[in-house]
């Protein structure tokens, strides 16, 4: 019986904080920020993931609540930590560009981080992990030019102007400038003006 009453607990909570997260979203889609924002804090502090990375984007973008981007990694944290791949991507984000590179553990939480969103086929995830790679202080081009081909093949166009970079340079890969003409020809059809200059040269 002490099991079963268990089970029913978890199952209410569960649902009580999938019931406020869907509350808050119908009420940001309203222009009712506050009130979102308040159900969404509501269902992460009982441990919802989705409310989490909610509120983490509350706090990025101040809606409902003043704009705090430690308060938001702090959220986007949370998420990431069950395995939210957006989580996963922004924490991520948050930290290699706003941290030092010092804190070691948490620089390499970060980076896992982001290799489990861009596997998760985050565009962006992808796209990040690609110039994190190209541009570290000890350069994985081959690893790099991994990332930046999923996230092309996802339609990036800045990936794509990228893996135009890769091979007219060599990077990571043997430099072809036929085919780095043709990465820059997507990306510039795409949109992206980097390209268009790069063709221009």
Known sequence: ???????????????????????????????????????????????????????????????????????????????????????????????????????????????????????AGITEAQACLGVFYMRGLQPKEKRGLKYLLLAAKSGDAQSRYHVGVCYEKGLGVQQNLAEAMRHYRQSAAAGNRNSRERLRV
């Open 1 to 119: 019986l002490e099991e079963a009453a268990f089970q029913l607990q978890q199952i209410f909570r569960i649902d009580i904080s999938i019931a406020l997260n869907i509350l808050g979203i119908e009420s940001m889609r309203a222009g009712h920020y506050r009130i979102a924002y308040t159900c969404f804090k509501l269902a992460a502090d009982r441990g919802y993931s989705k409310a989490q990375f909610n509120v983490g984007l509350c706090y990025e973008h101040g809606r409902g609540t003043e704009k705090d981007l430690e308060k938001a990694a702090f959220y986007y944290y949370q998420a990431a930590s069950s395995c939210h791949p957006m989580a996963q991507y922004r924490y991520a984000r948050y930290f290699l560009c706003h941290r030092p590179e010092n804190e070691w553990d948490r620089h390499q939480k970060a980076v896992t981080f982001l290799e489990q969103a861009a596997m």
